[in-house]
């Protein structure tokens, strides 16, 4: 005859697998609602980026000539030997919601956008390089920047 009796390290292999089971339904739980989280706050840096990007344009679209000045990156342009491109960037370091988001539109009206994370990089690294001589020496140069040619954004 059988003891139906169970042994006292069965309560507690029991209590463990409870124990471990729940663990794995919480970390689950918790993933999946972290992953909703990052989902949505994913959305929120996208609106503001087309938003963003939207102004550029509208911004670019009338940036005159940038005159004489001193350097060649400078605030809202870039000025090389031959000829110049102007820029708007929003940058995280700005604050939250900011994107990190940049738009480049050349002097013949060619456009360019980056989600390089910029910050001040712009106004205060790059004049210490050296003046490319045109805007493909710049993007040849500096390909960490991440631009990417777009077609006119009418």
């Known amino acids: 005859m059988t003891d139906a009796r169970e042994r ?10 409870r124990v471990v089971v729940w663990s794995l339904v919480a970390l689950v739980a918790i993933l999946a609602l972290n992953g909703a989280i990052f989902a949505a ?10 938003n963003f990007f939207q102004d550029a ?12 000045g001193e350097g060649w990156a400078r605030e809202g342009y870039l000025v090389f030997d031959e000829g ?28 360019y956008v980056s989600e390089h994370a910029f910050g001040d990089v712009v106004v205060r690294v790059l004049p210490s390089e050296g003046s490319p001589a045109n805007l493909e020496a710049y993007l040849a140069r500096f390909p960490r920047h991440g631009w990417h040619a777009i077609e006119d954004p009418r």
Do not use: C, F, N
């Open 8 to 17: 006292p390290g069965d309560q507690d292999d029991q209590l463990v697998g």
């Open 84 to 111: 110049w491109a102007a820029y708007r960037m929003s940058s995280s370091r700005q604050g939250w919601p900011s994107p990190d988001v940049a738009v480049l539109k050349s002097h013949d009206g060619r456009w």
């Open 57 to 68: 344009v509208v911004e670019l679209r009338s940036a005159p000539s940038p005159g004489d």
């Open 41 to 50: 706050a994913r959305w929120i840096p996208s609106t503001a980026k087309a």
